[in-house]
């Protein structure tokens, strides 16, 4: 048990924007990845593609691993075979894509969950108990420009921790230091809930406003209306918060919102 803890061998679930951030750079850094894909389309593209094209700096660098559908890998590899697996798609797919391949995670595998989104973890959990599961909350800036090639739009914090606390920390430095992604800053993370709802809170801000007034992040704090919006809606998502049982600041949640949009 102890050495499948320390192996740099996992599964990976999601292909989109920061899953393609992920998968680069963990094969940047040795580690060895099976890609899990949808369907046959999507394992097609991958093909195609060559692997995941990171694009920075004026240039791209692609990165390769293994692929297979979700079919293919349910047929070729036995029961419990899963034991380290991250799952990087968007929170309203997470349940059916773990479904796929709920027969091949081992009852004490070691997920990490690294999406946007709330009750991920509890619907997981709630169905496998027995799961080492993690959630990591990220700031990292990315978007595709093509299938599987991703450009970095802003480095971050990947805030990570074993659901819902661990004020220990000893699992949570664990699981940040056998990664050891390059490119990717990593920070184990005492009540990842809470970071989860700060997250939440930031998002609950910026994605209304510049989706209604049609501006960028940046752009949130230099056109008067919607940045005259900002307050009174972090006042009011405190007050959410609040009636969760979550204590969230409403002028912590005001500098997060400027510190992203800048």
Same mark, same amino acid.
């Given at each position: 048990?102890k050495?499948?803890?320390?192996s740099?061998?996992w599964?990976?679930?999601?292909?989109? &924007?920061?899953?393609?951030?992920?998968?680069? %750079?963990?094969?940047? !850094?040795?580690?060895?990845?099976?890609?899990?894909?949808?369907?046959?389309?999507r394992?097609?593209?991958?093909?195609?593609a $060559?692997?995941?094209?990171?694009?920075?700096?004026?240039?791209a660098?692609?990165?390769?691993?293994?692929?297979? +559908? +979700? =079919?293919?890998?349910? &047929?070729?590899?036995?029961?419990?075979?899963?034991?380290?697996?991250?799952?990087?798609?968007?929170?309203?797919q997470?349940?059916?894509a773990?479904a796929?391949?709920?027969?091949?995670?081992?009852?004490?595998?070691?997920?990490?969950?690294?999406?946007n989104?709330?009750g991920?973890?509890? =619907?997981?959990?709630? &169905?496998?108990?027995?799961?080492?599961?993690?959630?990591?909350?990220?700031?990292?800036?990315?978007?595709?420009?093509?299938?599987?090639?991703?450009q970095?739009?802003?480095a $971050?914090?990947?805030?990570? $921790?074993?659901?819902?606390?661990?004020?220990?920390?000893?699992?949570?430095?664990?699981?940040?230091?056998?990664?050891?992604?390059p490119?990717?800053t990593? %920070?184990?993370? &005492?009540?990842?809930r809470?970071?989860?709802?700060?997250?939440?809170?930031?998002?609950a801000?910026?994605?209304?406003?510049?989706?209604?007034?049609?501006?960028?992040?940046?752009?949130?704090?230099?056109?008067? =209306?919607?940045?005259?919006?900002?307050?009174?809606?972090?006042? =009011?998502?405190?007050?959410?918060?609040?009636?969760?049982g979550?204590?969230?600041?409403?002028?912590?949640? !005001?500098?997060?919102?400027?510190?992203?949009? %800048?």
């Amino acid at each position: 048990m102890k050495a499948n803890r320390q192996s740099k061998s996992w599964h990976f679930i999601g292909a989109g &924007a920061l899953g393609c951030l992920w998968i680069h %750079q963990c094969r940047a !850094s040795g580690l060895d990845l099976t890609l899990l894909l949808r369907n046959e389309l999507r394992l097609a593209q991958f093909k195609r593609a $060559g692997g995941v094209a990171l694009v920075q700096n004026g240039g791209a660098e692609s990165q390769t691993c293994t692929a297979l +559908t +979700t =079919e293919q890998a349910a &047929a070729l590899q036995p029961p419990q075979s899963v034991r380290q697996l991250i799952i990087c798609c968007k929170a309203q797919q997470t349940a059916a894509a773990f479904a796929a391949i709920t027969a091949l995670v081992a009852d004490d595998a070691t997920v990490l969950l690294v999406q946007n989104g709330m009750g991920v973890a509890e =619907e997981l959990l709630a &169905a496998r108990p027995g799961l080492r599961l993690f959630c990591g909350v990220s700031t990292d800036g990315a978007h595709l420009v093509a299938p599987f090639t991703v450009q970095r739009a802003g480095a $971050g914090i990947t805030r990570i $921790g074993l659901f819902p606390t661990e004020p220990t920390l000893v699992a949570s430095r664990t699981l940040c230091s056998q990664l050891g992604v390059p490119g990717l800053t990593l %920070q184990p993370c &005492a009540n990842i809930r809470l970071a989860q709802w700060q997250k939440l809170a930031v998002n609950a801000v910026i994605n209304p406003l510049t989706a209604l007034y049609d501006i960028s992040n940046g752009a949130l704090l230099t056109s008067a =209306e919607p940045s005259a919006l900002i307050a009174p809606l972090c006042v =009011e998502i405190a007050r959410v918060a609040a009636a969760e049982g979550v204590a969230l600041d409403a002028g912590s949640i !005001s500098q997060d919102v400027y510190r992203v949009c %800048q």
